[in-house]
């Protein structure tokens, strides 16, 4: 193909979507039973004088990209608001540049406006997260290419750059082209901190009774699970105890089963942790668990995750950054370190993702082993538009399993108009089917099918309907002087 177009951002409008959970989900610090969505917008022309529309759509998550306790949900909402209005305001002025080049002219600029209001690299990278993610939609939609070939044949124009100065002698374009998706992932069930293991577990009168899976119990029956990641508390005893009572379930399995433990910035150091995982490997009944364990992400907390090395940690089990990864820096930080892998989520972008995957083959091939490798992780990626631009990106990565919790937590297409679910069904059979009176993923043998996202676009074949959605308000931050905490 010719070289990557130009395109320029005409428009961007921001969206707001709230949703219930049809369960309490509970991670690190916080109990989470409704949140919100965004949703944007992006009209895009092309150098070839055509224009097109592309979207994208996130939670908006709080108390996970700043975990400040200071900060009410509602001024994590505004930092996230603010984050996508920095981004808007630099795409919309922007010259003729390539999706790639869009996102790497604004990358700095972008870091430097958020700290200057007060965002972390976590949250100012939300903005790009998404209006990238549209941007490419919109190119995809133009050209007629799946999201999956656009990026085979480096349509964003991906290349070396000084934003990742440490591939600045490695070919993106071979590498993109040699990408290979997969049309299948297993699902990681999450396992929460308030999660009931079994229906012993539920007080009487706090069943949903909704015809849905509850318990671990009741999941690993439904759905096939054979991937599961655990969170834990950062109490010893508390986890110790949790981890026996699920590996009583997982342990009936009869197929192996892989689980990943998550310390959700729960621990002081890697002295901690490990002392966790020593007592865990000298358990009889966890001996199971702890063979079956791939990796452990993200057990300290952030403002010392990267100023220590995890040695003690890392010796037993592969250790991830996840909330640290907050720019282009943080990986190649914490390999210094003693990590040897970093997530891949949507919501902290695309390019970074691939960036990351990149540096994993670079570095394994200078270790001459399979040492370096990314996760893909969730942060409650709803039906839709969401999740399948998520799964695309994961496929693309070639990761084989990916944690998935909105299909348990949210009840289906919650909070979005019913013919939009519908739309989403016909459009996506093999990743959706009728369920409990409602359209949801359909999980089979712990699987989801992924063929359908092969179609015209960033993963998704459908326009959410946004005729009834509210305009996203304008963000409140940074706060003013009398509420800074």
Not at 104 to 118: K, V
Not at 121 to 150: H, K, M, N
Not at 194 to 219: C, F, H, K, Y
Not at 318 to 329: A, T
Request: proline share 6%.
């Amino acid at each position: 193909m010719p070289t990557a177009p130009r395109v320029k951002v005409l428009s961007v409008e921001r969206f707001e979507s709230p949703y219930r959970l049809r369960l309490p989900f509970r991670f690190g610090v916080i109990t989470v039973t409704e949140g919100r969505q965004a949703i944007v917008r992006v009209r895009v022309r092309h150098e070839n004088g055509h224009e097109g529309t592309g979207y994208a759509a996130e939670a908006l998550g709080a108390k996970w990209f700043d975990k400040n306790p200071a900060l009410s949900d509602a001024q994590n909402h505004d930092q996230l608001r603010k984050a996508l209005e920095l981004t808007t305001e630099a795409y919309g002025a922007a010259p003729w540049l390539s999706a790639f080049e869009l996102y790497a002219h604004h990358y700095r600029e972008l870091l430097d406006a958020g700290a200057a209001c007060g965002l972390n690299p976590l949250v100012t990278s939300y903005g790009p997260a998404l209006i990238d993610r549209a941007v490419l939609d919109a190119l995809c939609g133009i050209e007629g290419l799946s999201f999956w070939q656009a990026m085979q044949h480096n349509r964003p124009g991906m290349r070396a750059h000084a934003i990742a100065p440490d591939l600045q002698g490695f070919a993106l374009a071979p590498f993109l082209r040699g990408l290979t998706p997969k049309s299948s992932l297993a699902v990681r069930h999450t396992v929460g901190l308030l999660d009931p293991i079994v229906a012993g577990d539920q007080a009487a009168g706090t069943r949903v009774n909704d015809g849905l899976p509850e318990t671990l119990e009741e999941v690993v029956a439904a759905y096939g699970n054979r991937y599961f990641k655990l969170k834990v508390s950062g109490q010893a005893d508390a986890d110790l105890e949790r981890l026996r009572r699920i590996a009583s379930v997982l342990d009936r399995l009869q197929d192996p089963y892989v689980v990943t433990l998550d310390g959700n910035e729960q621990y002081e150091n890697a002295e901690a942790i490990a002392a966790l995982w020593q007592r865990m490997a000298e358990t009889p009944a966890l001996r199971r668990l702890c063979e079956a364990t791939l990796l452990i992400e993200q057990p300290i907390k952030r403002q010392m995750a990267l100023a220590q090395p995890v040695a003690a940690l890392a010796r037993h089990k592969p250790v991830i950054i996840d909330e640290s990864d907050g720019d282009l820096d943080a990986f190649p930080c914490a390999r210094a370190l003693g990590y040897t892998g970093v997530s891949t989520k949507a919501c902290k972008g695309f390019y970074k993702s691939v960036l990351n995957l990149a540096r994993c083959r670079v570095w394994n091939q200078a270790e001459g082993r399979e040492t370096f490798f990314m996760s893909a992780e969730d942060l409650t990626t709803q039906p839709g538009i969401s999740v399948q631009q998520d799964l695309a990106l994961v496929s693309l990565l070639g990761i084989t399993h990916v944690e998935r919790n909105a299909h348990h937590f949210i009840d289906g297409f919650n909070g979005r108009p019913p013919a939009e679910a519908e739309a989403y069904l016909a459009a996506h059979p093999d990743l959706y089917h009728r369920q409990a009176g409602g359209v949801r993923l359909r999980i089979e043998r712990g699987q989801l099918a992924l063929g359908s996202l092969a179609g015209v676009g960033f993963g998704s074949a459908v326009e959410p309907d946004l005729s009834g959605t509210a305009a996203m308000p304008r963000a409140d931050w940074p706060p003013h002087a009398s509420e800074t905490p």
